[in-house]
């Protein structure tokens, strides 16, 4: 069984052109594959509880909530994970939790805008303009390199290991909050000599806790050759939850959401949104209006 394990102003309201909204009342709002952006007030899920108000759930097994239970349901970089045969049923999911003209707010990496600007890296870097032929290689990993890595951060963390970084303002740009988080961890570790090795004690109560687990890996290390233990491991990684399965753009995601059960299919910007005062439950937005995640494809549509 696959873990999806994630781990990312003002109260103006922002216009939108969806023709029906939520009206402003008190939403019964939900937060799917919510990592660190826990919301006060809100029902948040996730594999991985990083607060006591998280509600622990692997989210392929279904939403834990009856049906027609809420008015909003968001999700960020969540369904890239899933395979891609397991997300038309996790939508469907979202339809069933939502009352109706409830709003749907799905946000995945915009593959026709992550494309787009690997085409132009790649034309101005083979015209030989200053600068480009580091915005290309970082335009490849921002395609490709979450699909295939085999250990944790992959090619992005040995990119901003580079000292000086020759690119930054491109990749800030591009990744906005997620790359100065990854700098400020990568600028850490090499500050400190890198990853700190854990001390005996720490292993000796890491093994008491966990023993079961522990002997378990142990007797698989005796009993596989090395190679089969090492594709062993690589398995464990890639069905981790880290990995994208899949990619999408705003045809593909609303021919998905239609298929669904949903209607009115609508790209939205970050801070726009039939969700009122959208812009003021900062997830895809920090308080001082940055946006989280610039390279994203921000979607909503309607449960009828």
Sequence with gaps: MITIQLSWLGSRKVGCSVAT??????????????????RPGWQNVDAVASAPSV???????????PDNSFDVAYHSHLL???????APQFLKECHRVLASGGILRVVVPDLENIVRNYLRALEFAKRGKAGWNANYDWMVLELYDQAVRSESGGGWNAYLCQDPLPNWEF?????????????????SQRATGGLRKPS???????AFTHFPR????????????????????????????????????SYSLARLLREAGFQDPRKMSATQSAIPNW???????????????PDSLFMEARKP
């Design 21 to 38: 909204a939520v009206p402003a009342r008190q939403l019964r709002c939900l937060n799917l594959g919510c990592g660190r952006r826990v």
């Design 214 to 249: 522990v002997l378990k890996n142990k007797w698989t290390h005796v009993l596989l050759s090395k190679a089969d233990y090492d594709a062993l491991q690589l398995g464990r990684f890639r069905r981790g939850g880290e990995i994208h399965q899949w990619m999408y753009d």
């Design 171 to 187: 990749v800030q740009q591009r990744t906005g909050v997620e790359a100065r988080e990854m700098l400020a961890v990568v600028r």
């Design 200 to 206: 005996l004690p720490s292993k000796l109560h890491f």
């Design 80 to 86: 890239e994970h899933f395979p891609r045969k397991d």
């Design 55 to 65: 509600q622990k759930h692997n989210l392929l097994e279904g939403i834990p909530y």
């Design 279 to 293: 812009p003021s439950h900062c997830l895809d937005n920090e308080p001082d209006g940055s946006i989280c995640k």
